[in-house]
Structure formats: structure tokens, C-alpha cells
């Protein structure tokens, strides 16, 4: 399975890429919920007439392509923790790892959105306030 990896999924060492516990357990309970090869701590894929346990579940490495393109990008702040942990920066309200698009970005891509809410809110209550006066 290693040999299937892109040459972009591996650190620029050669290596695969390590999961903290947390992010294990993360990685974890993502496999349970949503993997489809995924039964009662078995693998369907590896599967060739008896039971194969699920090698995702137990590595703290990345070593399951099918995890890594269908399972993995349903958890995007996973994804980004592990494949780009230079670029990574964490949002001020909710402190979920993002990549930014820029030098300035604070938020990540939902609260970015309430934020610029609020923000226009208050601009507008300023407007009008002045305005009355």
C-alpha cells in the first residue's frame, strides 16, 4: 500500500505522515462513522475469505488510500492538520486548524462568515446612529 501513495501525500522525507493520539482518535472515529469498508474493526477490502483487521485503525501512520481519498476529506481540519502543518494556522473563535488565503485571515471559512456578519452589523448600527444625530 505504501508504494500507491502520490509522492504529494508524503512528507518531503520520504515518510508518511504521523497522527498524534488525537488525532487517531479523530481519525478513529471518523473510520467508524463513515468508512464503508468498515466492519466491527474488520476491513472489507482486504477481505480474501477470513476476517483482515482494519490496519487504518490501528497505525498511527496514514496507510490506507481508501481513507485518505474518501474518508479523510469528509473531516477537513483532519486533512489539514496532517497534510499541511506548515501552512496550518487556527481560527480565533472556534480554533479549528485551517489553511489561510492570505497573511491576514483570522477566522476559518464558517466563522469567517458570522464574523464579517457581526462586523457589518455594527457598521450599519454606527451608520445609522450618527445619522440620527
Known amino acids: 500500500m505504501r508504494d500507491k501513495l502520490k509522492p504529494i501525500e508524503r512528507k518531503p522525507d520520504g515518510s508518511l505522515p504521523r497522527m498524534t493520539p488525537g488525532q487517531r482518535r479523530r481519525a478513529n472515529a471518523l473510520i467508524r462513522r463513515e468508512c464503508?469498508?468498515?466492519?466491527?474493526?474488520?476491513?472489507?477490502?482486504?477481505?480474501?475469505?477470513?476476517?483482515?483487521?482494519?490496519?487504518?485503525?490501528?497505525?498511527?501512520?496514514?496507510?490506507?488510500?481508501?481513507?485518505?481519498?474518501?474518508?479523510?476529506?469528509?473531516d477537513k481540519p483532519l486533512e489539514t492538520e496532517l497534510f499541511h502543518s506548515g501552512d496550518v494556522k487556527r481560527c480565533a473563535v472556534c480554533g479549528a486548524a485551517f489553511i489561510p488565503g492570505s497573511n491576514r485571515a483570522k477566522y476559518c471559512e464558517a466563522c469567517?462568515?458570522?464574523?464579517?456578519r457581526k462586523q457589518k452589523n455594527k457598521s450599519n448600527r454606527n451608520k445609522r446612529n450618527k445619522a440620527d444625530k
Not at 469567517?112 to 464579517?116: L, Y
Request: aromatic share 10%; charged share 20%.
Open 36 to 74: 464503508c469498508n468498515y466492519d466491527n474493526g474488520n476491513c472489507l477490502l482486504l477481505d480474501d475469505g477470513e476476517e483482515c483487521v482494519c490496519v487504518q485503525s490501528i497505525s498511527y501512520s496514514l496507510c490506507c488510500t481508501w481513507f485518505r481519498h474518501a474518508v479523510l476529506p469528509q
Open 112 to 116: 469567517a462568515k458570522e464574523v464579517h
